[in-house]
């Protein structure tokens, strides 16, 4: 396909003079100009982040022997690098830079780069911004963005799906999306379909075997699906102490209706409240249902997704990478699953479904790298849409994360068309992880150690929402309530949700 840069396509006129081909090149570097300010087309953000690159290089503001550091973890370098690091090669290639790839520990962003300082480009979770930029851990790209002559795009056809909340903070632009991570709930299809366990479910219940629409329903299915003795599980969802916040909160956005009620305008938690201790029961109460370590700790998605693979539970949920992994050969259940929408709770009559960002690693440049540039431009030539195309499409965990990768006949051939179209109907209700707030990672594993502990039978879903409460309080005070009311009274307009837009 054609493709432009800042330095021009090579054009060949015969009989033309020297004076012509400056006319014709000046013309297409004018409209390659004039593209950059509307929105990208395929192929042309990568060529111009090569442009860019290779400009650094001529000028000395690179110097020779420079190496670009990326450090992702283990699931993650497959997507950054593509399949048999075909994307790597052709970044070196083109631009004579070689890229230094390592996988980094399974801990938290914000350990990693507080304590490393050899990755000029690396991967954060959604919910990590806020510490992140208020330790001054990671840049904001603005700068690079505007030096660079790059827009991130949000629109139709090829932008990235819900940008701001894969990429900003307040003001700031502080990830380059190239990923999504939306909790998603899979199901056995065949389990559903089976006559015979339509007939017991309707017997028993009084009404058909479908999806479920709440998290009773759902409650209910694992339930009725849990076979111990033969080594099958109802519920396949993690329920260790270190991400239990993640399975809790789309409950807990469907019991308040969606909004970031965690706070009221005084920041005092809004959890022991009727909402707070349903959306905890009903994370407790599908653990009687789940296999027999999903308590332990270390037992997260790791320990459940591959149980599902393997046919040993009804249910998992997790991102839509599920759907790409369930759907290989050799898969026990490929076939046999099936993505559904989230459930929800019904207030006055009116069922409310919500889900939420959970995972979501998307690149970002820490401060203390050496090669902020060349980490940026590698990003934006990684995600453009293209490129995208071959990193989501490789053999890793990277879930589709601009529009047309939901329209593209080999991302939805490797994902099923049928988890695809649900994802992009579940986008409408997609909620941020975390609290947004500077202190997040400790807010959130406050929450997951109660959880965990009503998870375990230790307290009740009451005593767990008020000893979170407490720790919140505790929390707040530390880092400073007056500073803490400012940012979240300055997140509430953009509160319902991530806001799709277009800017720097």
Same mark, same amino acid.
């Given at each position: 396909?054609?493709?432009?840069?800042?330095?021009?396509?090579?054009?060949?006129?015969?009989?033309?003079?020297?004076?012509?081909?400056?006319?014709?090149?000046?013309?297409?570097?004018?409209?390659?100009?004039?593209?950059?300010?509307?929105?990208?087309?395929?192929?042309?953000?990568?060529?111009?982040?090569?442009?860019?690159?290779? +400009?650094?290089?001529?000028?000395?503001?690179? +110097?020779?022997?420079?190496?670009?550091?990326?450090?992702?973890?283990?699931?993650?370098?497959?997507?950054?690098?593509?399949?048999?690091?075909?994307?790597?090669?052709?970044?070196?290639?083109?631009?004579?830079?070689?890229?230094?790839?390592?996988?980094?520990?399974?801990?938290?962003?914000?350990?990693?780069?507080?304590?490393?300082?050899?990755?000029?480009?690396?991967?954060?979770?959604?919910?990590?911004?806020?510490?992140?930029?208020?330790?001054?851990?990671?840049?904001?790209?603005?700068?690079?963005?505007?030096?660079?002559?790059?827009?991130?795009?949000?629109?139709?056809?090829?932008?990235?799906?819900?940008?701001?909340?894969?990429?900003?903070?307040?003001?700031?632009?502080?990830?380059?999306?190239?990923?999504?991570?939306?909790?998603?709930?899979?199901?056995?299809?065949?389990?559903?379909?089976?006559?015979?366990?339509?007939?017991?479910?309707?017997?028993?219940?009084?009404?058909?075997?479908?999806?479920?629409?709440?998290?009773?329903?759902?409650?209910?299915?694992?339930?009725?699906?849990?076979?111990?003795?033969?080594?099958?599980?109802?519920?396949?969802?993690?329920?260790?102490?270190?991400?239990?916040?993640?399975?809790?909160?789309?409950?807990?956005?469907?019991?308040?209706?969606?909004?970031?009620?965690?706070?009221?305008?005084?920041?005092?938690?809004?959890?022991?409240?009727?909402?707070?201790?349903?959306?905890?029961?009903?994370?407790?109460?599908?653990?009687?249902?789940?296999?027999?370590?999903?308590?332990?700790?270390? +037992?997260?998605?790791?320990?459940?997704?591959?149980?599902?693979?393997?046919?040993?539970?009804?249910?998992?949920?997790?991102?839509?990478?599920?759907?790409?992994?369930?759907?290989?050969?050799?898969?026990?259940?490929?076939?046999?699953?099936?993505?559904?929408?989230?459930?929800?709770?019904?207030?006055?009559?009116?069922?409310?479904?919500?889900?939420?960002?959970?995972?979501?690693?998307?690149?970002?440049?820490?401060?203390?790298?050496?090669?902020?540039?060349?980490?940026?431009?590698?990003?934006?030539?990684?995600?453009?849409?293209?490129?995208?195309?071959?990193?989501?499409?490789?053999?890793?965990?990277?879930?589709?994360?601009?529009?047309?990768?939901?329209?593209?006949?080999?991302?939805?051939?490797?994902?099923?068309?049928?988890?695809?179209?649900?994802?992009?109907?579940?986008?409408?209700?997609?909620?941020?992880?975390?609290?947004?707030?500077?202190?997040?990672?400790?807010?959130?594993?406050?929450?997951?150690?109660?959880?965990?502990?009503?998870?375990?039978?230790?307290?009740?879903?009451?005593?767990?929402?008020?000893?979170?409460?407490?720790?919140?309080?505790?929390?707040?005070?530390?880092?400073?309530?007056?500073?803490?009311?400012?940012?979240?009274?300055?997140?509430?307009?953009?509160?319902?949700?991530?806001?799709?837009?277009?800017?720097?």
């Amino acid at each position: 396909m054609e493709c432009f840069s800042t330095h021009g396509p090579a054009v060949h006129l015969a009989r033309s003079s020297r004076r012509s081909r400056s006319l014709i090149h000046a013309i297409l570097l004018a409209a390659t100009l004039a593209l950059s300010s509307a929105h990208a087309v395929a192929g042309e953000q990568a060529d111009r982040a090569i442009a860019a690159a290779r +400009k650094l290089v001529a000028s000395g503001e690179v +110097k020779p022997g420079t190496v670009l550091r990326l450090r992702a973890k283990q699931g993650n370098l497959v997507s950054l690098l593509g399949r048999d690091a075909e994307l790597q090669r052709e970044w070196e290639r083109l631009t004579g830079i070689p890229i230094d790839a390592s996988v980094m520990p399974q801990v938290d962003s914000m350990t990693f780069i507080r304590d490393r300082r050899d990755a000029d480009l690396t991967i954060a979770r959604t919910h990590e911004f806020a510490d992140l930029d208020a330790a001054g851990l990671i840049l904001d790209l603005r700068p690079l963005l505007q030096r660079f002559g790059f827009r991130l795009q949000a629109d139709e056809p090829e932008g990235y799906l819900l940008l701001d909340a894969q990429s900003r903070r307040d003001a700031k632009r502080l990830a380059i999306p190239a990923d999504l991570d939306v909790a998603m709930l899979f199901l056995r299809r065949d389990l559903l379909d089976n006559e015979d366990n339509r007939a017991r479910f309707r017997a028993r219940h009084g009404r058909e075997l479908t999806p479920p629409s709440t998290w009773e329903e759902y409650r209910q299915l694992a339930e009725f699906f849990h076979r111990p003795k033969d080594g099958f599980y109802g519920a396949g969802e993690p329920r260790e102490r270190h991400t239990a916040w993640m399975y809790w909160l789309p409950r807990y956005l469907s019991a308040v209706g969606g909004g970031m009620a965690f706070f009221d305008a005084r920041m005092r938690p809004q959890l022991l409240t009727a909402a707070g201790i349903a959306a905890t029961e009903s994370f407790v109460a599908t653990v009687p249902f789940s296999p027999p370590q999903v308590l332990e700790d270390g +037992k997260d998605f790791n320990y459940t997704l591959p149980l599902f693979l393997r046919g040993n539970t009804f249910s998992t949920v997790l991102t839509v990478a599920t759907a790409k992994i369930a759907n290989r050969e050799g898969s026990a259940i490929r076939g046999r699953f099936m993505a559904a929408p989230m459930p929800g709770f019904v207030h006055q009559g009116k069922l409310q479904r919500h889900t939420a960002f959970i995972y979501g690693n998307n690149l970002v440049v820490p401060s203390s790298g050496s090669q902020p540039e060349l980490a940026f431009l590698y990003a934006m030539w990684l995600t453009d849409p293209d490129n995208s195309l071959r990193s989501v499409t490789a053999n890793g965990i990277a879930d589709p994360y601009r529009h047309h990768h939901l329209r593209d006949e080999q991302v939805r051939t490797l994902y099923t068309p049928q988890a695809l179209d649900v994802l992009r109907q579940e986008l409408r209700i997609v909620r941020p992880g975390g609290t947004g707030l500077p202190g997040d990672a400790e807010y959130m594993a406050a929450l997951s150690e109660q959880l965990w502990q009503a998870a375990a039978g230790r307290i009740t879903a009451r005593e767990a929402m008020a000893r979170t409460s407490r720790e919140w309080d505790i929390i707040t005070d530390r880092l400073g309530r007056a500073v803490q009311i400012a940012h979240w009274r300055a997140m509430q307009p953009s509160a319902p949700g991530p806001v799709a837009t277009r800017g720097p």
